[in-house]
Structure formats: C-alpha cells, structure tokens
C-alpha cells in the first residue's frame, strides 16, 4: 500500500487566547518532513460540535472525515489537571470511526507540560478501541518554550516527534492493512 496514510490532526483547544497555533502550527510544520502523512486539521476552535452530541450536518461531515482517516494527531493543552472539554465531545461525538486505528499526542502545559492530561486521554482511547502510540511531545511552560518564529527553544521535541512519527505510521500502515484483510471486531 503506497498510498500516504491519512492523518487528521485535532487541535483541542478551543480558548479565545489559546496557545494551540503556535504548538500545532510548529507540529504541521515538523509534519512537512514526513511524506508517508497526508495531512488534514480539525480545528475544534472552528468545528461546531453540539455538546448534547445530537446528528447535525457537521457532525455527519466531521465522522466522515475520522472514518477516512487512517491516524490521528492530537494537539492538548492541559486545563487544570486535565484535557479540554471541547476533546471529550470529540471524542464522544463518534464510535465506530475511531475503531482500530491508532493516536498519538503533542501537549503543552505549565509544569507538566499537558502529560497529566494525555495520560487521562489514554484511558478515553483504549475505551474507543484505539491504540495509543507510546513517544509523546510535551513542552513544560509552553509560553516561554517557543521563539517569536514559532519554533522551540528544546530540541529535543523536533527528535520526538520523529519517533512519534514513525510509530504513528508504523501502526497506522499495520492497522490499515489489517482493517482490509480483516475488519475490526468492534
């Protein structure tokens, strides 16, 4: 299968003063360097998901777009121990979608750099039959871990996310192949 792995990236914040652009503009940017990605956004910010999880056309468009992908990207701040509200509604927005396809997470946040909250969204994937890779990014007192350009001051979040990346993608070409020959039971 030589066709690029679809990759839906969702920035989780939806804050009027949020940080995510600069985080998730760095991390769509490091993306360029991984040609296996075909990458698409969903901007929570922007994407108007009905927190009663009714049926509206948006929601028909946005599960139509997880059920395309072949991978996911999550993009978290971490809110007071925890991830925003606006991901769970994501997250509960859709079944079936999510099924057997994989995840990983770039947070920010104070001093823990968002990983109190991506452990949380461990427990929400494993529950939606996902499977959740093991490298993360996290920039700890994100605000003053970037320059005015946008880029970190730590490298070492460029090498991990490489790693991310190529487990991302390993899952994602592994499970791609095994939805085909034999669909999730799920």
Do not use: C
């Not at 920035?11 to 985080?23: K, L, N």
């Not at 996911?72 to 927005?93: I, Q």
């Not at 490489?162 to 999730?184: N, S």
Request: charged content about 25%; proline content about 5%.
């Amino acid at each position: 299968m030589d066709t690029p792995l679809r990759l839906e990236v969702i920035i989780a914040s939806v804050r009027p003063e949020r940080f995510a652009p600069v985080v998730g503009g760095w991390f769509l940017r490091t993306l360029r360097a991984h040609p296996e990605f075909d990458t698409g956004v969903v901007d929570l910010a922007h994407t108007s998901l009905p927190v009663e999880l009714t049926e509206t056309e948006q929601v028909v468009s946005y599960r139509t777009r997880l059920r395309a992908a072949d991978a996911f990207v999550v993009v978290t701040s971490e809110y007071n121990h925890g991830y925003p509200a606006s991901l769970k509604t994501a997250f509960d927005t859709a079944k079936y979608e999510w099924r057997a396809k994989p995840i990983a997470f770039v947070s920010y946040g104070g001093l823990s750099g968002g990983l109190r909250a991506v452990e949380q969204l461990r427990q929400i994937v494993a529950e939606i039959h996902m499977v959740s890779v093991r490298e993360t990014v996290s920039f700890h007192q994100a605000k003053k871990g970037f320059d005015e350009a946008g880029d970190p001051h730590d490298r070492a979040a460029v090498d991990a996310a490489d790693r991310m990346l190529r487990q991302l993608a390993w899952w994602a070409r592994t499970l791609r192949v095994a939805r085909a020959v034999d669909p999730y039971p799920g």
